[in-house]
Structures are given as C-alpha cells and as structure tokens.
RNA sequence: GCGCGAUUAGCUCAGUUGGUAGAGCAACUAAUUUACACUUAGAAGGUCGGGGGUUCAAGUCCCUCAUCGCGCACCA
C-alpha cells in the first residue's frame, strides 16, 4: 500500500471522486452518525448537547431530482455538518411527497400514452396500485440521488407524506380541527380544473396575460342597462344586474325586475344596487352570474338572488338550445356573440388584454363553478388559540419575530399573502392522496374518527423483580407485597384519568397488578380483559436466572437468542395494535404488562426500526407500576357508513411535516427533543403552499412554532441565466455533473456566491474550477505528508515567527468564517476558504515551506506548521467538500474518527 | 395599480457597519517537469445603468428616471 516515502499509491495519483465517492458514503453510513441517537450512544455527541434539527423539504415522487433539489440538499447538508462537527446533537431528517395531483397527472399521462387507457379503465384500486409503483420507483431514485449528493440525511427517521404514521397526523389534525369549527363543508364557487377533474385552491392558479374581448350590450332591446363582458357565454346563467348605490343613471331601475329572452334561453334580472360596482368601470353596471363568478357569488348571497349554474365539469355548456346544449364555452361564446349581433344589441367590442386563471399542474383554464366541498375557515376565532383566528396565528409568529426569514425581504410577501388569503379549500376529486377521514351515514350524518388515550402500564414489583431473576414470558413470579402497594398506589393516581376499560397481560403480576388498580378505581376486575399476545417477551432458559452484571437484561436476553429473537416480538407487537383497533370503549384504555415488551410497544409507536428495539429499550425502562400515555384513532365503523370520496389537498399533509415526521400526534422522545426544528430550508416559491401553511398548522395543533429560521434558496438557472425547462432543452442532470466532475466540485460550484434568496446560474466552467481545486487539495495533502514523513510527531515543535503567524492568520480566517457561518453565510465562507487554501496556503505558505526544509533552517518548524495547518482547513472545508475531505482525513491520514464528526476548527 | 429584486471587467458574479474597485472563467505575455499541467508567475481590462442629493469621503445612504426579472392585487 505504501511506497518507500510511506506515501499512499493512491495519493501519488489525481484525485478521483469517481474511486472515492461511494466508499465514503459507504462508511458513513455504516458509522451510524447521520443518526444522532448514534451519535450519542457511541460518545461523539454529549447527551446534553443542545439539538440542531432541520427537516428535508421532501420532494415530489414524480420522478428525478433537478438542480433545484441539489442545490437545497447541498445548502442543508452544510447546515447539518457543521451543527454535527460544532458537537450538537444533529438530526436532518429525510422523506418523499406524494404530491398527489401532480403524481396523479403524471401515472394517467403514462398510462395514456403505453396503454392507452384512462384511470376509470382501471378502476380506483387498480390505478392508486399503478400509482404506488410509480412512486416508490421515484422515491428509490430521488434516495440514490440525495445520496451521491453526500447528503447526511438520518435514513432510519425516512418518512412519506402518505405512510400510516402520517396518516394518523392527517386524520388527528383533521378531527381536531373539524371540532374546532375549523374545517366545514360548504357550497362555494370554486376553482375547478376541467382537465384534471378536480378543484384547485386558489395558490395553486396561475395567471396567464391574454388577449381577448371586452363586449358591450343589452340582454334584449327592451332592457334599460347595459353590461360589459369578457365572456358572454355566462350571461345565461345571470339573475341580476348590479350597479353603484350612488349612481345617478340608474337609480330609478333599482328593485325592478326584467324577463328577457337571451341567444335563446330565458333569463329573469333583477337590478339591484351593491357597494362593489365601480361607476367607472365599463358601462358602470355589471351582470351578476352567480354560479361562476366568485364576486357575482358574494353579490348575489346579500341580495338573495339565485344561482343558475350553466357550464359544467367538462367545461360545456349545460343549458339552452341545440346551438348551445353540451357545446364548449368557446364555441359558445362564438354563437353568442354573433347572435347578439344579428340582434342588434352589440355596443361595443373592444379588445382588452386579461389575467386567465390556468391551473398549475395540467395548464387548463379554471372554470369557476359551484361545488359543494371542504374548507379550512382562516377567519373563525379559536377559543383554545386566545380567539385568535388562523390567519392571525400565521402572522404572529413572524411579527413579534419568533420566527426568523432569511432574507428578510420576504417576510413582507408572506404578509401580503396572509392578508388576503381566503378560507382555503382542502378536498381534491383525485384518487392518490389521504382520502378525507370522513364518514357518511344513511342519512348523510357525519361521522369523524375518535382520539381515544391509552395508558401502559407496568406492573408492580414481582417476586423476580427483587430478586433480581430474569422474569419473561413464562414466568409465573407473583407480585411482592411492595408491588401489590406499588399497584394500589397506581389506582388511586389513575382515579382521575377516566379509566373504563383494562386490558393485562396473562401473566400474574400483571392480572393482579390490574385487579387491585380496578378495584381502587372502581371497575370490576371480571371486566378485564386478558391478552396472551400482550405477555412479556419470551427468555427460554434463562428463566429465573439472575441478571447481568451489566447491561440491562433486555439486551441480554436478545443477545442470548435463547427467547423470542426481534422479529417475532415485532410481530406480537403489531399484532397486540391491529387488536387495539377494534377496542370499544368511551374513556381511557389501561393495559396493564411488562416493562420488556412495552418497550417495545413504546419503540413502535416512536417509530423506531426494529434493530434499534435494544438501545431504545434502554433509554426508556419502566419502573415498576409506573405510565406511559400514546393515542389511538379509531375510524368509525358500522353499518352503512360510506367514507367520503375525495383525497386531501396535498398541502395539507405537508404542512404537517415538522411535526409528523417526528411521531406526533403521539409524544414522542423525537418531538420534545427535535421540535420546533432550528432551521427550515426551501425554496422562495413554496413559502405560501408550505411554509405560511406548516406555521397555521403547527400554531394551532402544538401551539408552537414549526422552525425559527427560514432560510430561502433562489432558482438556479441554466449558464445563461435562462430558466431550466423541458422546451428549451436546458435542464442539466446533477447526477451527470457528479459523473463529471465529482459531488464536491459540484457542491463548491452551487454554493460559491449565491446569497440567500437570490437565483444563481450554474455553468459546468465553474464545476470544473472546482474539480481543480479539489485536485489541488489532494496535491496540498501529498507535499505536506511527503515532507512531514520524518517529522517526530511525538514532541511538538516551536514555531518560528514566521510560522506562527501563518497559524494566527488561519485562526483568524477561521473565526471570521465561523462568525459568518453563525450568519448564514455560507457562499462567502466557501469562497474564502478556496482563496486562502489555494492563493495563500499553498501559492504562498507551501511555497516559503519547501525553502526552509530543503535548507534546514527552520525545517522543523516549517514542517510543524503544515501538519498543524493541513488538518484545520479540512475540518473546516469538510461541510463543503464532505468527500475529499474525508478522504484525506480518514483513509489518507489514517485518523482514528470519521471528520464527520469531528470537532469544527473553531469555538467562538 | 401596489410591492420586491437586479443593473459592477468580454462573460458569471462578490463587495458585510460609507474609507484607495475584487474573484472565477475567457483572452494576453512568460515559465517547462514541478506537491500539483486539473500548474505557476506577470500584465491587461471598470467615469460600479443614467441623473440629482447627503457627506471630508458614496458601488455602498436618500430622491428620481430607465431597462430587465419576479410577486401580489385587479380582471364587468
């Protein structure tokens, strides 16, 4: 391995990210450090130490990830390292969107164009089966992709918009907010998507500017007013005619009601006057549709007109004549148009250009109509949240400054969003996304699921308890007289927490523990149920034998493979929650078990891998007769009850994110350590689809803040500063990069001058300065190790002036830069930490350092700074080039600890 | 209509609280086997979008105009 300079073959060759990436990684991830608990267990992390938790902006699985999404990764892997290496206790945590129209969309364009067939071919079940294989094949992407990004993401939390833990956080948050006030059902003109068959709310519209015409005219010839409009089509659908309550022309019309024949169809107006109408504008009177017009909406429920809904789902009309019945509104608009003319009644026809609202993921234009479905009111006081409404929650929260935006110009946009946000519609007529937890009975009832509490519980001290014996899962070691006091005293603090029913363990201790607390509380112990499933875990032989010295006797017992090995305790754990579900009762469910096995209940409600069972177990042993509290949903069951059809806004599920990804609704040890998360980064285009909406979920469901930072990324655009599309061929492949050039050279490239929130243009000549620099790294490390070889490395040697003032300068460099770390500003940090390394440390330093060792003089000193040097930019470049720095760090140097979790180069 | 951002070398962009204009790339001149040719040294290149103001001093602060980009609102 070694020649005779005691070089590394290796090192004598060009960097090669190629042979070093994947290794890396590799022995990253078999370190566990990604993984803060790890961190922990294994002392690179102090247990005390303050935490630093961030969550990944999931990406959609509908395909790969753009470079976009490598940006983000490499701006928060920054974040997590340097949290991780200045000794905080590091959770990034990762997961995927199920983005449920845009997946949608993208599996029926599939299918189309290979099948040739639409979803209903399918059928529901069928489709959503096509739709799950889709996404994981993306999901198992966009995971390899975030992994050559060198991505320190903790792989085990890995969470999914759509997975059974967050459908519980959707089905928890829905039925509070439901019993809130918050969430009601409603006929409302909303936005509706006649290509993707569904409703949009009113963020995910875009506005496109079109030419069009504004047209002037009467109903009819006898009509006393005239209207303007841009789409004649749904003047069919008019009932009335609204104008200025001040204006003077038409005054004497107000209250008047006129029958008029229009293009065929029969109309019946009413004139009324509402403050709205602009005298202005137009003709200063403006044709009420109510069914298709959201403002024609509002004037027509003060002044209790009707609403005739004239165009339907498939953007047809559905009303009038052969020349009008089931035609599209355009046609329509054509034979209305020209029949006002043929008529007479055209005034004017003037040509306008006009915002058309197209919906953002199929490009239709919206057709407003009238639907009956299911809103989050952002205006109703919430008596729990100090009657504030949850617009107001939304804007506390960056007001008084809890939450910080970076850079702050945008906190002025998320202002000006809030203010005029409207109640936000949150059902989609799509298949693909959480469907909504509501049930209808035969007479259209509404059912919701119910939180219901359950207490575990261990039993009292037992025989083997004191005398320190393994007891299992066929033990039969009766309480002590301590634990039967241990038990009574649990019933009387359980008096006050509304248990109605128990359920024990088939054990002794536990079936006696349980009989005394029901006798305290008042329940008879007949009523007990008793669960084999529920026994503490199986030891074999070690039955009765005494504990370990050390250790607890949990790990023992699994490590002696003489009992149940994980596996099966998983399965009786899974088992032991499928039979919860059918559980009926109204309060509090007690179960009363063992301290082993409801370990392991706790690890699976946390969500803790299976392998991990041991070292959760323990961190949280329970005492004798002591609680641990989580919650159950149930959905309601019976007979004729039909779930409601619709999906969930995707939204809705993400903005549960910080929180869901964490355990919550349950209370888990994550949530109370992780939450709120320290910094949220994303990107500046979702801070109303995401961000504004995770702070009103976060401040109404935890009453906290979701993050204190936000940090907003711009658009990386392609070399010509021209936004990346699929029509202009532009859009670069960051996997392709990294074949290229190598992930560091492609991370110093994204991050190197690009401020928070501005757009960056990224151009594979500044990739390749990169992968020079990382060449030139690898060549620094070589000279210092070839003419550090014989330096005695046990003593340390005096520096000269000279050289100690080359250590000064570089702590100095390395104070400024952590100061502007502090602040975010990581572009100027790499930027500075290239120049110094290339134009100072190895232009110059290196250069005055092969003077002093050829001649003697001062080469002990010389060598002594380079090898004191060397090791504090690698720490310090180690956020930003993770691989060659470890590469040089671990491999090359031989260091005992990974860099990842090494210390960073400087405390201020 | 309201608001935000950008305008600095040929190109892409830095420039922290006002204190003598900076980097990378490109182009130019040289070095020639070196820790590194994925190299080094050197020179060249800018009235910091226009105009006005504050100041001893403005790329930086204020006003104004222009161009480009973006967001929101309005869309009868």
Redesign the pocket.
């Known amino acids: 391995m070694h020649n005779d300079n005691n070089i590394p073959e290796k090192l004598l060759k060009?960097?090669s990210a190629k042979d070093t990436e994947s290794r890396i990684y590799e022995a990253w991830l078999d370190s566990g450090f990604f993984n803060p608990d790890i961190c922990v267990e294994k002392g690179v992390t102090k247990a005390d130490a303050e935490p630093f938790s961030m969550v990944l902006p999931p990406p959609n699985v509908t395909g790969t990830l753009h470079t976009g999404h490598a940006l983000m990764l490499v701006i928060e892997d920054i974040m997590t390292r340097y949290a991780r290496m200045q000794g905080k206790r590091t959770l990034w945590l990762p997961g995927t969107d199920h983005a449920a129209i845009a997946t949608q969309s993208k599996v029926e364009k599939i299918l189309e164009k290979e099948e040739g067939k639409r979803k209903q071919d399918l059928g529901r079940e069928e489709f959503l089966a096509r739709v799950n294989k889709f996404a994981q094949e993306s999901h198992d992407t966009i995971v390899g992709q975030a992994k050559r990004m060198g991505a320190s993401l903790d792989w085990s939390r890995e969470a999914f918009t759509l997975d059974a833990t967050r459908n519980l956080a959707v089905r928890t948050a829905f039925s509070r907010m439901y019993k809130d006030g918050l969430i009601y059902r409603g006929h409302r003109i909303v936005n509706w998507d006649p290509k993707g068959q569904t409703v949009i709310s009113?963020d995910e519209l875009v506005?496109e500017e079109r030419k069009s015409k504004?047209y002037t005219f009467k109903y009819s010839k006898d009509f006393p007013i005239s209207?303007?409009?841009?789409?004649p089509e749904t003047k069919v659908g008019d009932t009335a005619v609204a104008v200025d309550p001040t204006d003077e022309r038409y005054k004497q019309y107000v209250g008047k009601e006129y029958d008029a024949v229009f293009c065929g169809v029969p109309i019946h107006i009413k004139i009324v006057a509402d403050e709205?109408?602009?005298k202005d504008?137009?003709t200063?009177?403006?044709g009420v549709t109510p069914a298709h017009?959201q403002?024609d909406a509002e004037i027509a429920t003060r002044h209790n007109l009707p609403t005739i809904q004239v165009i339907n789902e498939y953007a047809k009309m559905m009303i009038g004549g052969e020349n009008l019945l089931g035609k599209k509104v355009t046609e329509a608009r054509e034979t209305i148009v020209q029949w006002i003319r043929d008529e007479g009644l055209m005034e004017k026809e003037e040509d306008v250009t006009?915002?058309v609202?197209t919906a953002e993921r199929t490009g239709a234009i919206i057709e407003p109509l009238p639907k009956l479905q299911w809103f989050i009111n952002v205006n109703k006081p919430i008596a729990d949240r100090g009657n504030k409404t949850l617009k107001e929650l939304m804007l506390a929260p960056i007001r008084e400054k809890q939450i910080e935006i970076l850079p702050d110009?945008f906190e002025?946009?998320y202002y000006?969003?809030v203010n005029?946000l409207r109640d936000w519609c949150i059902s989609r007529q799509i298949w693909y996304g959480h469907r909504i937890p509501v049930w209808y009975d035969k007479d259209g009832a509404i059912h919701l699921p119910k939180e219901r509490r359950v207490l575990l519980a261990r039993h009292g001290e037992s025989e083997a308890n004191s005398l320190r014996l393994f007891a299992g899962g066929k033990s039969q070691s009766p309480l002590t007289d301590t634990g039967r006091a241990q038990a009574k005293e649990l019933g009387q603090k359980l008096k006050s927490e509304n248990v109605t029913k128990i359920i024990s363990s088939n054990l002794p201790r536990a079936r006696e523990t349980a009989e005394i607390i029901a006798r305290e509380i008042g329940l008879d112990p007949q009523s007990i149920e008793e669960w084999a499933d529920y026994r503490e875990y199986e030891v074999g032989d070690l039955e009765n034998t005494p504990w370990p010295e050390k250790g607890i006797p949990f790990r023992t017992a699994i490590e002696s493979q003489k009992g149940e090995n994980l596996a099966q305790i998983e399965q009786r754990v899974i088992s032991v929650f499928k039979k919860l579900e059918s559980v009926e009762t109204e309060g509090t469910l007690l179960m009363v078990g063992h301290n082993g096995f409801n370990c392991c209940m706790k690890a699976h409600i946390e969500g803790v891998q299976k392998e991990r069972f041991v070292e959760f177990a323990e961190l949280c042993t329970m005492e004798n007769a002591s609680t641990h509290e989580f919650m159950l949903m149930h959905n309601p069951s019976g007979e004729g009850l039909t779930q409601d059809e619709d999906t969930l806004d995707t939204w809705f599920s993400s903005g549960l994110w910080t929180f869901s990804t964490l355990g919550w609704p349950q209370k888990t040890h994550d949530l109370k350590m992780f939450h709120p998360t320290s910094v949220l980064e994303t990107g500046h285009d979702i801070i109303?689809f995401w961000v504004a909406r995770m702070i009103l979920m976060s401040t109404y469901l935890l009453g906290e803040i979701p993050f204190k930072t936000v940090y907003f990324h711009g658009l990386v655009r392609d070399?010509?500063?021209r936004k990346m599309s699929k029509s202009l061929g532009n859009i670069v492949d960051p996997i392709t990069l990294i074949d290229k050039y190598g992930t560091d050279a492609l991370r110093m490239a994204m991050i190197v001058?690009v401020?928070p929130g501005?757009d960056?243009?990224l151009?594979e000549?500044?990739i390749k300065?990169y992968?020079?620099f990382?060449?030139?790294l690898w060549?620094?490390a070589?000279?210092v190790m070839?003419n550090t070889s014989k330096l005695d490395t046990t003593t340390t040697h005096t520096l000269d002036t000279e050289d100690q003032a080359t250590i000064d300068e570089i702590n100095a460099l390395l104070k400024e830069i952590t100061k502007?770390m502090n602040e975010y500003?990581f572009y100027?940090v790499a930027?500075k930490l290239y120049?110094y390394t290339?134009?100072t440390f190895?232009?110059v330093v290196?250069?005055r350092s092969?003077n002093k060792i050829a001649n003697g003089t001062g080469s002990e000193s010389a060598q002594q700074m380079l090898v004191t040097a060397l090791p504090l930019l690698l720490r310090a470049l180690h956020p930003f080039m993770p691989y060659i720095t470890e590469e040089l760090w671990n491999t090359v140097y031989n260091e005992k600890n990974l860099l990842l979790v090494e210390e960073w180069p400087c405390k201020i």
Request: charged share 30%; net charge neutral; aromatic share 10%.
């Open positions: 060009p960097y009113d506005y504004l209207i303007s409009t841009t789409r709205s109408v602009e504008f137009g200063g009177a403006l017009s403002i006009q915002n609202s110009r002025n946009v000006n969003w005029n109303f070399e010509k500063g001058g401020g501005s960056s243009n151009g000549e500044k300065a992968s020079k990382a060449n030139k060549n620094i070589r000279f070839e502007e500003k100027l930027e120049h290339w134009h190895a232009d290196i250069e092969k």
